[in-house]
């Protein structure tokens, strides 16, 4: 008689314990930045040429006696800003001006850097003074500077708010005066652009500009929708002055 033989069942037991998911280095960083620094804090400077526009209407008889006389007109508004009396000794009275070329402004009146191929923009971190931050052997943190060539591709958002020239809605119907001081310099943000800790982003800029008769002109810059206006640190180089009337007169 054969003996029963008793069948012992392998019981597995399964492993509850949970896979920890490990943190990437580059997180690891990120969550401590945000410790660290939950606000950051940085500065912006454009250069290296910009300046003050102003485009007013004038009369037909300025006009008429100014048009293609340019160099004249500068001379003109020069030594009028000194000496009105001696400035209009030798021009008809019709023709003469009353104010200064700035105090033309019912059409435009802006300053600040030029949007234009070659012009670049920089960015540096500082700390809640503005003070440039420096790293644990004393040396000061790489600045960013890009050129606005680059700034579509970098996603800054660029759009021109207002055009005026003899064709424009500004200017078609007009006589107008237009000057222009050319400056060589930097306009940067005197109030400090506050980020969270992950920094600057440069798809959250915008600018918005004026075309002046081919002179294309910001005064501020708009970061994550707050707009930083730019204070000037510049020389003169050059000016412009001339006469112009529009399509329609």
Not at 76 to 85: A, E, H, K, T, V
Request: glycine share 8%; proline share 2%; with cysteine.
């Amino acid at each position: 008689m054969k003996k029963k033989t008793k069948t012992t069942k392998k019981v597995i037991k399964k492993n509850t314990t949970k896979k920890i998911k490990k943190v990437s280095s580059k997180k690891k960083k990120e969550l401590i930045k945000a410790i660290v620094n939950p606000v950051r804090y940085f500065k912006v400077d454009f250069g290296r040429y910009g300046g003050e526009v102003a485009m007013g209407a004038i009369t037909k008889e300025q006009f008429e006696y100014w048009c293609g006389k340019d160099e004249e007109l500068g001379t003109y508004l020069s030594s009028r800003g000194f000496d009105p009396q001696a400035a209009n000794k030798d021009v008809p009275k019709e023709a003469q001006f009353d104010k200064e070329f700035f105090e033309f402004e019912d059409i435009c009146h802006t300053s600040g850097p030029e949007y234009s191929d070659g012009q670049t923009m920089t960015v540096m971190e500082t700390d809640e003074h503005g003070h440039n931050l420096q790293d644990q052997f004393g040396n000061f943190t790489a600045e960013q500077t890009v050129d606005m060539d680059q700034f579509k591709k970098l996603g800054v958002k660029v759009k021109c708010t207002a055009e005026h020239n003899s064709g424009s809605d500004s200017c078609k119907d007009k006589y107008y005066i237009f000057g222009q001081y050319f400056n060589k310099g930097g306009w940067y943000t005197s109030e400090l652009i506050k980020t969270d800790h992950k920094g600057f982003d440069f798809k959250k800029v915008k600018i918005d500009y004026e075309n002046a008769d081919g002179f294309k002109v910001f005064h501020s810059v708009n970061y994550d929708g707050t707009e930083y206006y730019l204070e000037e640190d510049s020389t003169g180089k050059s000016s412009a002055f001339y006469v112009m009337e529009g399509d329609d007169v």
